[in-house]
Each structure stands twice: as C-alpha cells, then as structure tokens.
C-alpha cells in the first residue's frame, strides 16, 4: 500500500488529501467484498475474467442495490484499477463517469445565512476562506505568525504570505474588515480560554479550543454540513466559497492574471513573468473588495473617495511613524546629556 502510494505522489496525482481519499476508498472496497489488499491481487492475478464477472460484478449489484449514489460507486472502481494497475493487472472493464451538472455560483445570500448559522469559530473559517481564496487544507494549517504582524499593528488588509499545500507554490493573498473582525472575536475567545497570549505556532483554527492539533478536512466538513443543512444549502461545498472568491473578484472586474496569482494557481507559459509587488495586489485588492464582502456596495464616486481619505490617512500615519521616531532620538540625547552631567556631579562631589 505505501510503495503504491508513493507511486501515485511521484507520478502527480494529487495532495495528501488526495491520498487519503484513495486509501478511504479501497478500504470501503475491500469491507465490502470481504477481501484484503493481498486477497484483491491475487485472485485477480489468478483469473481476471473471474474477479471482474464474479467479483466486481457482485459488488456493483450489491452497492445499487442498497441506494449508494452510481458516481461514488464509479470513484471506488476507479481506485481499484490504478491499485490494479500498479501490480501489473489491467481490468478490461472501462466505465465512465457521469457528467455532474454544472454548479450554480454561490449568491452572497445564501453564503451570508450560511455565516449567519454558524458557530464563532466556523463564522470565522468561513469568512476567512472567502475573503483570501484558500481551499479548506491550507485554511486549516495556517498559524498565528502568518498574521502576527499586521493583526496586531490593526494593518488593514492582512497580508498572508504562505506555501499552497497542494501544489508547493508561494501564495499571496489578504483578509478584508469583515474576516478580521471574526477572527479577532474567536481569537480573543480562544486567548481567554488558553489564559494567554498566542504563541507563533499556534493554530489559528485547531481541533476544539485549548488544543493545537490540526484539524481533517473530514473535522471541518462535519462541522460545515451541519451549518450548511440547517441553512437549506445541502449542495454546497466547501470549495464553493474558493469558487466564490474567484468568480466574484473576476465579474467585478479585477484582472484574471491577478486572481489566479492570488488563489495560487499556474499562471501558464505566457504569464510565467508576472511578479506583482505586495503592495500592487493590496491595492488591486483593496480596490474590488466590496464584490466579496456581505457590505452594501458604493458607487464609483463614493469607493474613490473613500480610496482617497485612506490614502490620505496612510501618509499621515507615514509622517507621524517618522515624527515618533526623531522624538525618541531627541529623548535618547537627552537621557545621554543628563546621564554625562551626572557622572561629572559625582566627580565633582
């Protein structure tokens, strides 16, 4: 099983997660034909006709029979060939999944009763998600020193500089007003519940409260599906809010170089070059944040002149950071010039 799972990570078929779908699903075949790994290859090593016209076939009947939905019976099959294949047996049997439906986008609707039902550390999953594009695992395995620095400096947008977990790239990407604000309420929660301040290497979202072990994706989508039954939104997917992210950004108008940059995708050959600067996408971001978040959207008159009063108010604070630092190399001086009088005082004593 670990040589075959190598194999798959070697020859690019997914994440970790990925992996662990694959083992989930060949165990549930193996439980349901009584049979173990070994059993499967051997028998099917033995007479391939045999195993696909008695055994799979069986199997199939059985798992119809009892209501399971034909594409996750196609998902479990198809597992079962590559784990085949990589022991030299090739199954004859080739079936093709079905088509899924194309998925409606998200409305801001449904995503806001979605956040409206939830619990504060969930509320805050959610709104993170949305607001910097990450898919639920690297959600999940963020720490508190990616956000340190701005969220304790109340920096507006944070900026969340990581690893994508999936594909190894370097992602940028940021929280608007709205995360940040859930984040502080279940951070502070979490912070009263520890009776300290958080550390670096703590988990911005672990399993339970006073705990730093990392939660599944299957913890997280527990917790998902509830909030999102009881919201009458039984088709969504976690994933949906990164589809959400992307979609929305892209009709409001914000360049599709920089959306796929921000959500950590391949840029392709011709784009392979774009490096924008931190601040360069802080400002595309900035710019078109109102297409994601549950606020009322301005007009163009009121959004540039908001972008002008913060403008206005970042270089004050410029020239106020450079005023704090001249009058603490004035109050150094002065300690300097009082210590020297001092020490001639005792001289002269």
């Known amino acids: 099983m670990r040589n075959w799972l190598n194999h798959l990570h070697m020859a690019g078929y997914g994440s970790i997660n990925t992996e662990r779908d694959y ?8 439980n349901q034909t009584e049979l173990s790994p070994l059993k499967i290859i051997e028998v099917a090593r033995k007479d391939i006709k045999k195993f696909e016209n008695d055994i799979i076939a069986n199997w199939w009947l ?8 034909r594409h996750y019976i196609v998902e479990k099959y198809a597992v079962l060939r590559l784990f085949l294949r990589y022991h030299d047996i090739l199954l004859t049997t080739k079936i093709k999944k079905e088509r899924r439906p194309r998925r409606t986008l998200m409305s801001k609707t449904d995503l806001r009763n979605l956040v409206d039902l939830s619990s504060p550390k969930l509320k805050s999953m959610l709104l993170f998600m949305r607001d910097s594009g990450l898919g639920p695992t690297d959600m999940l395995s963020c720490r508190y020193k990616l956000i340190k620095k701005d969220y304790e400096t109340n920096t507006l947008p944070i900026t969340l500089s990581l690893t994508r977990i999936k594909t190894k790239e370097p992602l940028i990407t940021f929280l608007g007003a709205e995360s940040i604000a859930a984040l502080r309420t279940w951070l502070e929660y979490r912070e009263r519940r520890l009776g300290r301040k958080l550390k670096d290497e703590d988990l911005l979202f672990p399993v339970g409260v006073t705990t730093n072990k990392t939660m599944t994706y299957a913890g997280f989508y527990d917790l998902f599906s509830k909030a999102r039954n009881k ?5 969504m997917d976690p994933y949906d809010l990164r589809r959400y992210f992307i979609s929305q950004l892209s009709v409001a108008g914000m ?33 078109h944040y109102s297409a994601i978040t549950f606020e009322v959207q301005l007009n163009g008159t009121k959004v540039a002149k908001i972008e002008e009063e913060v403008e206005q108010l970042r270089k004050e604070n410029e020239e106020l950071k450079q005023e704090r ?25």
Do not use: W
């Open 62 to 69: 059985h798992r119809e029979k009892a209501g399971e939905n």
């Open 23 to 30: 083992i989930y699903k060949l165990r549930r075949f193996c």
């Open 325 to 349: 630092k001249l009058a603490i190399g004035r109050l150094d001086a002065i300690e300097e010039t009082v210590k020297r009088i001092k020490e001639k005082n005792d001289l002269l004593e």
């Open 255 to 287: 360049n599709a170089e920089m959306v796929e940059y921000l959500v950590g995708h391949s840029l392709g050959a011709n784009n392979s070059y774009l490096l924008p600067s931190i601040e360069q996408l802080r400002n595309e971001y900035f710019k």
């Open 231 to 235: 919201a009458g939104l039984v088709d």
